[in-house]
T-cell receptor, first 114, second 114 residues
Framework: GQQLNQSPQSMFIQEGEDVSMNCTSS?????WLWYKQDPGEGPVLLIA?????ELTSNGRLTAQFGITRKDSFLNISASIPSDVGIYFC??????????????FGTGTRLQVTL | DGGITQSPKYLFRKEGQNVTLSCEQN?????MYWYRQDPGQGLRLIYY???????QKGDIAEGYSVSREKKESFPLTVTSAQKNPTAFYLC?????????????FGQGTRLTVV
């Protein structure tokens, strides 16, 4: 099964810095989702994108649906310690019709130092 | 409060035994999913169901079985045929087709084979 390529795999940043991560696919997606997972917990939805070129914000988080529909980006501004966790992208491929099957990225592990 | 409940949170199984993981949702979602997560890995789809009494294999269905007799419930059985069952199992649900709300996850069940 396909997994989305997500980069970077891990990041160590200082509190207050901005963070960028991205997700790419070899096939076209019509839905992109970004999730955050804390240790030992289920992922929590952060942002959902449904249209190519769409830019959506949720507080300090901003995500974009790439124009090619094969990629998506997540930015976190002014990081704080509670941003620590694993960030996953997920997408629904164009050719799945009405099926609700999601494919997940490999995750970006974010660690914030004071 | 609406949500998804997975139980138990931790489960230990002897080799050669079948074990069933519970997933219940009261969100009135039509679709439910089971994912497997290994350390440092993304989420891989085991099975999903878009309607009662119907389900589809995901990318790694071998050694697993499911049932969908009720809209609220989607139990996963890990059979003795699953060669490496130790993992973190996540259940999710969504409306159909997958839309603005994305998929909601439970808290997960950590299965360990002893």
């Amino acid at each position: 099964g396909q997994q989305l390529n997500q980069s970077p795999q891990s990041m160590f940043i200082q509190e207050g810095e901005d963070v960028s991560m991205n997700c790419t696919s070899s096939s076209i997606f019509n839905t992109w989702l970004w999730y955050k997972q804390d240790p030992g917990e289920g992922p929590v939805l952060l942002i959902a994108l449904y249209k190519a070129g769409e830019l959506t914000s949720n507080g300090r988080l901003t995500a974009q649906f790439g124009i090619t529909r094969k990629d998506s980006f997540l930015n976190i501004s002014a990081s704080i310690p509670s941003d620590v966790g694993i960030y996953f992208c997920a997408g629904r491929a164009y050719n799945t019709g009405t099926a609700s099957k999601l494919t997940f990225g490999t995750g970006t592990r974010l660690q914030v130092t004071l | 409060d609406g949500g998804i409940t997975q139980s138990p949170k931790y489960l230990f199984r002897k080799e050669g035994q079948n074990v069933t993981l519970s997933c219940e949702q009261n969100l009135n979602h039509d679709a439910m999913y089971w994912y497997r997560q290994d350390p440092g890995q993304g989420l891989r789809l085991i099975y999903y169901s878009q309607i009662v009494n119907d389900f589809q294999k995901g990318d790694i269905a071998e050694g697993y079985s499911v049932s969908r007799e009720k809209k609220e419930s989607f139990p996963l059985t890990v059979t003795s045929a699953q060669k490496n069952p130790t993992a973190f199992y996540l259940c999710a649900s969504s409306i159909v087709p997958l839309a603005a709300t994305g998929a909601f996850f439970g808290q997960g069940t950590r299965l360990t084979v002893v």
